[in-house]
């Protein structure tokens, strides 16, 4: 859902009236719900280090097969040519642009 605050940019406008300018201001809702995921990242990345090395694997790959197969703009050949290569790096490179 979009911030209706700040447009999901983070900050937003306002007039100061003293100095007769526009002043930016950081939208607080916007910083906590980031802390708020943060947080969540953080406790779940504990609670996940307790599985095993396979469920995790298994969980990262579907994953990363679903968001390349949701992006019109991406393609699962990509990911073919990855695994018959064995490029390790890629495939974490992958993994990594898709968390984000
Ligand atoms: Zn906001």
Wanted: charge should be negative.
């Amino acid at each position: 859902m979009k911030c209706n605050i700040c447009n999901d940019t983070g900050w937003y406008e306002l007039p100061n009236h003293r100095l007769e300018c526009m002043e930016r201001i950081q939208c607080m809702d916007c910083l906590l719900q980031q802390q708020y995921k943060d947080t969540l990242k953080e406790d779940l990345t504990k609670l996940f280090s307790n599985a095993s090395h396979q469920k995790l694997a298994q969980i990262v790959a579907e994953l990363v097969i679903n968001s390349v197969d949701r992006n019109e703009h991406d393609d699962l050949d990509r990911i073919n040519t990855i695994i018959q290569t064995k490029n390790m790096i890629s495939a974490i490179q992958l993994g990594v642009v898709y968390s984000q």
